[in-house]
C-alpha cells in the first residue's frame, strides 16, 4: 500500500467546507482484501489504537466503524481511520474523512480534514498518512500489536513537526478574533504572516505587530537606550542608567550607580542575558560578556514586575510577571520539581505554547548557588527556589492578570509612553510597588524608584491570554477591533463566475460593468489575472491562486472571479464566501476526467458556487437550462437565505414567470430587448440589435451572456443607466478577444472561437447559419484531447452538421493522447454522420488554416476553433488578415459599424419608457 500523490484543497471543496487534503492510495497487495478475511485484525488494531472504538462511522454513533471492521471493509478506509486517530493523539484536531474509488481496482482517493490555520504547505499530513500505512501493514501482517514505544516515538516526531509549523499563541489569537468576526483569513505557508480581508480592506499581522506598525517605532523599541532616553526626556520615570560599550565603561557606571544593576543587551529580546542584582565589578564584568559587549546598564528598581498592553492607543491588559521558579516539597528533588513542572502541557519549546519549558542551565545553576542550592537539593515543603531574576515568560516565567487593578495614573502613563515612541501595539513593562497605586510624580533622575524598564514591540501575548492566575483577555480581539473598527468584516464585494460555457465572456463582461466610476475590479479568467484592468499574470487563472491573487490584493475594491471545475476538484475555491453566484449552464464537458462520469457530477462541482454564496447574497441562474434550474433544491444551497435571480432567453419560461408572480427579479429576452422584470413591472435596457458582440441578435448565446452579467452588476448594485452606458464601451474584439472575434481576409470571414464541446459547438454554428447561412461555413477545428470519445465523437457530429467543409488538426499538446489520434476520431465521426462532408486533415494550426481559407470561396465564412489565442492572433495578422470594421454586409444583414452603435440612444428611449409607464 502506497501513496500515489497528495494534494490539498486550501478553501471549502466538494467535500466540506474547510481544507482537506486529498491522498490518492493504492492498496497494490491489499487490493480486493477486506478486514474480514484477516484473522485478528480488527483485535490487534483495536489494541494499539483504543480510540478507533469511539469512531461513529456512517452508523453515526460510536462503534460504528468497528462494526465495519468486523463485517469487512477495504484497506483504504482502515488508513482513513487510522490517520483520523493518529491526528488527534497529536492534538490536531480534525474529525473528517471520506474514502472513494478512484476508477481502478484497488485505487483509492482518501480525504481528510486539515485544521483551518494550519500551512497550506504543511508536510504534516503526509507523515500522518505515512505512519497510518505502516501501522495498518504491520497490524495486518503480524500476529502481535505494534510496538508501543515506536509508536509514541513515532507520534512524538510529529507532533513536534505539527509544533513547528503551527502559530504562535499571539497570531493564533489573532486569527480566531478575526474568524469569530467573519473577517476572511490567510496564512502564508509556515510563517506567522497572516492577512486579514481582501483588496483594498485588506490588512497584514504578524504576530503582534500590524501593516502599519510604525517602522521607526520598532526602532526605538529595539534599541533600550535609545527608548529610555527618549522616555526620559519626555519626564517618564525610568531608571537611571546609560549605554556602555564594553566591560570598562559597564563597570564605571556601576561606580556612578551604585549596586544593585541590571546589564542586559542594548538590541536584546526575550529576556535573554538579561543580569540582574549585581553588586561587584565581577559580577557586570561577566554579564557584560554574555551579552556581548553592547549593553545597558541600569540601577534596578524595586517592586513588582508588570506588563502592560496598549493597543490603538487604550490600554487592553495587564499581568504581573513571575520569574520562573519552583516550589519546593520536601520529597523532590530541584531538578524534579522542574521536571514536573515542564510537563505541563501548557509548557512548550519557544513560544509555540502559553509557557515556555524551564532551562536548566549555567544562569539556573548559578542562581541556585546563591540561594545555597543545586539541582539534586530537596527544597523544604512550600519554600520558593527560584531559576530565573527576570521575569519573562520566554525564560520560563509565569503571569497573573491583574487588568481590572490598573490605576488611572498608571494606565495615562502607559498610554503616553506608546505614543512617544510611535507604536500601535505596545508592551510596556514596569516595575512598580503596586499597580492599583499611583505613581509617583517624577523628581530628580536619582531619586526614581520605579517606573518604566523597557517598551516592547511585537510584544507577546501569551501572558493574557492564558494567565497562571486570574482571568485571560481577548487580546487578539482587542487587535482585530483596531484593525477594523466600526464592525467592518474586511471583505469586498465578490462576484464569482462558472459554469460549462460562456463564464470566461460573463467574466470579462461583469469585470467591465463593474468598472465605471473609476471602480478598480480585480478579475481572474481563463486568460489570466488583470488588477484595474490590466493583466498582471498570463495563465488559465480560475483556480484558487488566482483568486487569492486578486482578493489580496491592496488596490482591488471589486473581485470578479471565474471559477473552473478543475480548480473546483484539484484545490477547492480560493474563497470562504461571495455576494454573488453566477451559474451560466451545466452540459456534457469533462467527463471521464477527476471523477466526473456524468452531468450529474459535473452539476454537484458547480453547485459549490452556489452553496458558498452568502446568506442575503444573491444566485444568478440560468433558466433555460435544466441542470442549473435543479440547483435550488439542493439542501447545501439553501436558496431560502439566498435572493435568486433568473436570466434566460424565453420570457415565458414557467420558472421565470411562477418567480416574477412572487414579486421577485429576472433578466430576460423580450420583444427583442433585455430586460430587468420585477413582479409585474417591465424596464427595458438595450436592445438585443445592440448588444456588443451578438451580431445584430444572430448570437443568441451572448444575450444570455450580457443578462447573467448585467444581474449580476445590478445586484451589486449598479444602476441600469451606468450599466448601458458600461455596455456601450463594450468592445468585443478589444475586451472578450477569441470569443466570436471577426477577422476579414479578402472575400473571406473567419469566426473566431474557443467553442470545445457539443453545446459551444451549437450555439457558434447556429451564429454563423443565421448569418451566413448554412452552406457557406468551412471550419479549421481542434478539439482537446482529454474528453472522452464519445464526447469528441457528439462534438464530431455538430461540427458535420453545421459545416461543409473542414480542416482537423491536433493542439500542440494532446492531453495523453497519441499525435493525429483526436483529429481522426473527429473525421471518422464526421464522415460517417455526412459522407458527403469535405473533410481533411493538417498536421498544425498554421497549415489547418490556410487550407480552409483555400476552401472558402467569396462570402464564405471559416470557423476556426483554437488552442491557444495569442499564437492563433499572431498568425492571422501574418496571413493579412484584418479584424471586421466599418458595417459589413454578411448574408444580407447589416452589422453595427461598432459594438456602442445605438446603445446609449436605447437606453434613453429604454428609460423613457419606463418612467412612462411608471
Not at 510596556?428 to 503596586?434: A, E, F, G, Q
Not at 444581474?711 to 468585443?732: N, Y
Not at 471559416?862 to 479584424?883: C, H, Q, S
Request: hydrophobic residues 40%; proline residues 5%; neutral net charge.
Amino acid at each position: 500500500m502506497k501513496i500515489d500523490s497528495l494534494r490539498r484543497l486550501r478553501g471549502p471543496n466538494v467535500y466540506l467546507s474547510r481544507p482537506a487534503v486529498v491522498a490518492r492510495l493504492r492498496l497494490e497487495e491489499l487490493t480486493g482484501q477486506e478486514t474480514s478475511d484477516v484473522t485478528g485484525f480488527t483485535e490487534r488494531l483495536l489494541r494499539a489504537l483504543p480510540g478507533l472504538a469511539e469512531h461513529h462511522c456512517a452508523a453515526g454513533a460510536p462503534g460504528g466503524f468497528v462494526s465495519r471492521l468486523r463485517n469487512g471493509t477495504y484497506f483504504g478506509h482502515v488508513t482513513e481511520h487510522v490517520c483520523i486517530e493518529l491526528s488527534q493523539l497529536i492534538g490536531r484536531d480534525v474529525n473528517f474523512g471520506r474514502t472513494v474509488a478512484a476508477g481502478e481496482p484497488g485505487l483509492y482517493d482518501v480525504i481528510l480534514e486539515c485544521p483551518v490555520d494550519e500551512s497550506p504547505e504543511s508536510r504534516v499530513p503526509g507523515e500522518l498518512l505515512e505512519t497510518a500505512i505502516d501501522l495498518v501493514l504491520e497490524v495486518h501482517a503480524g500476529t502481535t500489536i505494534p510496538s508501543v514505544e515506536t509508536l509514541s516515538r513515532r507520534l512524538a516526531g510529529l507532533a513536534a513537526l505539527a509544533e513547528r509549523e503551527a502559530t504562535g499563541p499571539s497570531t493564533r489569537s489573532i486569527i480566531a478574533a478575526a474568524r469569530r468576526r467573519g473577517i476572511p483569513v490567510e496564512r502564508f505557508d509556515d510563517l506567522s504572516l497572516v492577512r486579514l480581508g481582501w483588496g483594498f480592506r485588506r490588512r497584514l499581522a504578524w504576530a503582534a505587530m500590524t501593516d502599519r506598525t510604525s517602522g521607526v517605532g520598532v526602532d526605538i523599541a529595539g534599541d533600550k537606550h535609545v527608548t529610555r532616553r527618549l522616555l526620559g526626556e519626555a519626564g517618564i520615570p525610568v531608571a537611571p542608567g546609560g549605554a556602555a560599550a564594553g566591560a570598562a565603561e559597564a563597570v564605571r557606571l556601576l561606580a556612578e550607580l551604585g549596586s544593585p544593576v541590571v546589564v542586559k543587551p542594548r538590541h536584546g529580546h526575550h529576556g535573554r542575558n538579561v543580569a540582574l542584582n549585581l553588586v561587584t565589578p565581577a559580577d557586570v564584568e561577566r554579564a557584560c560578556a554574555e551579552a556581548g559587549g553592547d549593553v545597558v546598564v541600569e540601577r534596578q528598581l524595586g517592586g513588582r514586575d508588570y506588563r502592560v498592553l496598549v493597543v490603538a492607543g487604550e490600554v487592553v491588559a495587564a499581568a504581573e510577571r513571575i520569574a520562573a521558579h519552583v516550589v519546593g516539597d520536601g520529597r523532590l528533588s530541584v531538578r524534579e520539581l522542574v521536571e514536573r513542572a515542564n510537563a505541563d502541557p501548557r509548557r512548550g519549546a519557544g513560544h509555540s505554547r502559553v509557557l515556555t519549558r524551564i532551562e536548566l542551565d549555567e544562569t539556573a545553576e548559578r542562581l541556585l548557588h546563591a540561594q545555597k542550592q543545586t539541582l539534586e537539593s530537596v527544597p523544604a515543603a512550600g519554600t520558593a527556589v527560584w531559576l530565573r531574576q527576570n521575569a519573562n515568560l520566554s525564560t520560563g516565567g509565569t503571569s497573573r492578570d491583574v487588568t481590572d487593578q490598573v490605576h488611572p495614573d498608571v494606565t495615562r502613563l502607559c498610554q503616553r509612553v506608546a505614543a512617544l515612541v510611535g507604536l500601535d501595539i505596545a508592551g510596556i513593562d514596569l516595575r512598580l510597588p503596586d499597580i492599583a497605586a499611583p505613581v509617583p510624580p517624577l523628581g530628580e533622575p536619582d531619586e526614581v524608584t520605579s517606573g518604566v524598564i523597557e517598551v516592547n514591540a511585537v510584544p507577546g501575548l501569551r501572558m493574557h491570554l492564558a494567565p497562571v492566575h486570574g482571568r485571560a483577555r481577548d487580546v487578539g480581539d482587542a487587535i482585530v477591533r483596531a484593525m477594523f473598527p466600526g464592525g467592518s468584516d474586511g471583505r469586498i464585494p465578490t462576484v464569482v463566475i462558472t459554469g460549462t460555457n460562456g463564464k470566461t465572456t460573463v467574466t470579462r463582461l461583469t469585470a467591465h460593468l463593474l468598472s465605471g466610476n473609476g471602480t478598480r475590479v480585480g478579475m481572474t479568467s481563463s486568460d489570466g489575472v488583470s488588477i484595474d484592468g490590466r493583466t498582471v499574470h498570463v495563465s488559465d487563472a480560475t483556480g484558487p491562486r488566482s483568486a487569492q491573487m486578486v482578493l489580496g490584493d491592496p488596490q482591488v475594491e471589486v473581485a470578479v472571479l471565474e471559477t473552473a471545475r478543475g480548480g473546483l476538484l484539484k484545490r477547492g475555491l480560493g474563497y470562504d464566501w461571495s455576494d454573488v453566484g453566477v451559474i451560466t449552464n451545466i452540459t456534457a464537458d469533462h467527463l471521464g476526467q477527476d471523477g466526473l462520469a456524468s452531468i450529474e457530477d459535473v452539476a454537484h462541482v458547480k453547485a459549490l458556487v452556489a452553496e458558498r454564496v452568502r446568506d442575503g447574497g444573491t444566485l444568478v441562474l440560468n433558466a433555460d437550462d435544466p441542470w442549473v434550474r435543479t440547483l435550488p433544491d439542493r439542501p447545501r444551497v439553501r436558496a431560502d437565505r439566498k435572493r435568486l435571480v433568473w436570466f434566460g432567453l424565453d420570457a415565458e419560461n414557467p420558472v421565470v414567470t411562477e418567480h416574477l408572480a412572487r414579486g421577485a427579479t429576472a433578466y430576460v429576452l423580450h420583444d427583442g430587448w433585455l430586460v430587468q422584470a420585477t413582479g409585474a413591472r417591465r424596464t427595458p435596457l438595450v436592445r438585443l440589435a445592440d448588444v456588443p458582440g451578438a451580431y445584430g441578435g444572430a448570437a443568441l448565446h451572448v444575450a444570455a451572456n450580457t443578462l447573467a452579467a448585467i444581474a449580476a452588476a445590478r445586484a451589486l448594485g449598479a444602476r441600469p443607466e451606468s450599466l448601458v452606458d458600461r455596455l456601450g464601451e463594450f468592445d468585443p474584439s478589444i475586451d472578450n478577444p477569441g470569443r466570436g472575434t471577426l477577422f476579414r481576409h479578402g472575400e473571406v470571414s473567419i469566426f473566431l472561437d474557443y467553442a470545445h464541446n457539443p453545446a459551444a459547438l451549437a450555439a457558434t454554428l447556429r451564429t454563423l447559419h443565421r448569418l451566413w447561412g448554412s452552406e457557406r461555413c468551412v471550419a479549421a477545428v481542434t478539439l482537446p484531447g482529454d474528453r472522452r470519445d464519445d464526447l469528441l465523437a457528439a462534438s464530431a457530429q455538430v461540427l458535420a452538421d453545421g459545416v461543409t467543409r473542414a480542416v482537423l488538426y491536433d493542439d500542440c499538446d494532446p492531453r495523453g493522447r497519441a499525435s493525429g489520434e483526436v483529429s481522426a476520431l473527429v473525421e471518422r465521426e464526421m464522415r460517417a454522420r455526412r459522407p458527403q462532408l469535405r473533410a481533411v486533415r493538417a498536421d498544425s494550426y498554421r497549415e489547418a488554416v490556410t487550407r480552409a481559407l483555400r476552401l472558402a470561396g467569396p462570402g464564405d465564412v471559416v470557423l476556426v476553433i483554437y488552442e491557444k489565442w495569442g499564437p492563433m492572433r499572431a498568425f492571422l495578422t501574418e496571413l493579412g488578415a484584418v479584424p471586421a470594421g466599418g458595417a459589413p454586409v454578411v448574408a444580407g444583414l447589416a452589422l453595427p459599424h461598432s459594438p456602442a452603435s445605438g446603445v446609449v440612444a436605447a437606453v434613453r428611449r429604454s428609460l423613457t419608457v419606463t418612467r412612462t409607464r411608471g
